[in-house]
């Protein structure tokens, strides 16, 4: 029975839903007020709306300017210079750093960002997307204490291997799909599958196949675990499908027409480390990178300090191999007692032609990756040092309000709730509403709600809000307001 496109296995990988309300804060407000019948309650919740964002913001600055100045001090750019200035110990300095990694990775919780681990990124490397040449990071340019005595300090639950040396923050996935010829590419996976053809009629297949056995063999009990878990989600968990040229049935038909492949990415990428220090100069700077929308199988492109890629020791050994096979055949061709002259002509150009075929491979893949870190540098890095803390604070403030707002308006509508429907509620009204869905961070926005006084809890734990006028008398009139209005009454005089 031949089988349907349903029942192939599919390349997934399952993401968690994550916190961030992917709804911009001007739509979520005007259509929330829009849901509001009568136009003087309308009015009252847009006050209220620019309320909470004025005070949330205060209540951020100082703990952002800190962040800020502490980050002047490190700058790779001028830092260097205002240390001289401060005239400051090696203790101080290293504690003036400690203080802003600490202040970063507060900032990088309330943005939602979280630290890539071992396994995520094991997973974003199980696959290949543009990217072929195997990326390393060269580990004597980059500084190894920085990052090691803070997270001594501070310990993180599952942190990578090459966390002593640089930090990875990702935060959301998107997809991205690529539709070309690809021709040396499956040119290459031809020649590996039919090389594995041989293997398989010969003796060298099951030798491999008893050793990639013993190392590789699957649990089938953890795969029914993993159906059935999946199965039994209600869409919890969003799944997204690798489509790779290696799980592609290959003809001469598809050889010689276009394909689309597709590949997950992490939405925004954030990577932080320092360089090494040398005997003429120690560096002090710490670098803060910001890239979008980055593959995932193609991650090295935003790693610091790249070695340059050359050939693959598989290759070292296609190459040496073909060029011992070739000669050992022509030897073995000239003494013979009639040799052919074409024969050894013919073996000559298949091992040349071969060697040939490994190099402009590797030129051409060489070629993709520095077209990569090209567009990486121009179209996917967003912004370094300053400008990412700059984007990170407002990323902060931006969820801040809207899970405050978003759980206001929940409760004014519902009336009073527990933490467990109000984080349903508020779930569902983004999915009905805007069609998107995250894990609501309840927690957060019920503690800002009780801060700002416009919500408290019920003798049995069930929280309810304050009428609207009411909410903005709490709050109050805002310095933002006050200087708008004496702008406003500066230009009517002036007028």
């Avoid at 997973?123 to 920085?146: F, T």
């Avoid at 675990?225 to 989600?233: C, F, H, K």
């Avoid at 002509?345 to 060697?355: F, H, K, N, Q």
């Avoid at 990756?369 to 604070?393: A, P, V």
Wanted: charged letters at 30%; glycine letters at 4%.
């Amino acid at each position: 029975m031949e089988k349907t496109a349903s029942q192939k296995k599919k390349d997934m990988i399952r993401i968690e839903r994550e916190s961030v309300i992917p709804v911009l804060k001007p739509k979520l407000i005007m259509s929330l007020a829009n849901l509001i019948e009568h136009s003087s309650d309308r009015a009252e919740f847009l006050k209220l709306c620019k309320r909470i964002e004025y005070t949330i913001r205060a209540w951020y600055l100082l703990q952002f300017e800190d962040l800020m100045q502490l980050y002047s001090l490190f700058d790779p750019v001028h830092g260097n210079q205002k240390l001289q200035q401060q005239s400051l110990s090696d203790k101080e300095i290293d504690v003036l750093e400690q203080n802003f990694l600490t202040y970063l990775l507060q900032v990088m919780e309330k943005s939602n960002f979280k630290i890539a681990t071992d396994e995520e990124i094991e997973i974003a490397h199980s696959g290949q997307y543009l990217l072929n040449l195997p990326i390393v990071v060269d580990e004597s340019k980059i500084d190894k204490k920085l990052l090691k005595n803070f997270f001594a300090e501070n310990p993180q639950p599952n942190l990578p291997d090459f966390a002593d040396k640089y930090i990875i923050f990702r935060r959301g996935v998107g997809l991205d799909q690529t539709t070309d010829y690809f021709f040396m590419e499956k040119v290459d996976m031809i020649i590996a599958r039919f090389w594995a053809y041989l293997l398989r009629i010969t003796r060298a297949e099951k030798l491999l196949s008893r050793r990639s056995s013993s190392r590789h063999t699957k649990d089938p009990k953890k795969d029914d675990e993993i159906t059935s878990e999946a199965d039994g989600e209600e869409a919890e968990d969003l799944y997204v499908e690798r489509i790779r040229l290696e799980n592609m049935e290959l003809s001469v038909k598809s050889l010689l027409s276009k394909t689309t492949i597709k590949e997950p990415t992490f939405d925004r990428i954030i990577v932080v480390y320092r360089r090494a220090s040398t005997k003429a100069k120690e560096e002090r700077g710490i670098f803060v990178k910001h890239f979008k929308n980055i593959p995932m199988a193609d991650m090295e492109i935003v790693l610091p300090e790249k070695k340059n890629p050359g050939l693959t020791p598989m290759d070292w050994v296609k190459f040496l191999g073909s060029a011992v096979v070739g000669l050992v055949a022509v030897i073995s061709s000239l003494e013979m007692p009639n040799a052919d002259f074409w024969v050894i002509i013919a073996v000559l150009s298949t091992v040349i032609g071969y060697c040939a075929k490994i190099y402009f491979s590797f030129q051409q893949n060489l070629a993709a990756y520095q077209n990569l870190i090209t567009q990486s540098m121009y179209e996917k890095q967003l912004d370094s040092g300053r400008g990412t803390l700059l984007h990170l604070c407002d990323d902060v403030i931006q969820q801040e309000v809207k899970e405050v707002i978003l759980s206001f308006y929940i409760l004014m509508e519902q009336g009073k709730a527990t933490r467990e429907d109000l984080d349903r509620w508020c779930e569902e009204l983004i999915k009905e509403e805007f069609g998107a869905s995250c894990n609501f961070d309840v927690d957060d926005a019920v503690g800002k709600l009780e801060k700002l006084g416009i919500v408290s809890r019920d003798s049995v734990g069930r929280y309810f809000c304050v009428g609207l006028k009411r909410a903005n008398e709490i709050i109050g009139t805002t310095t933002e307001e006050l200087v708008m209005r004496a702008k406003q009454g500066t230009q009517g005089s002036s007028s």
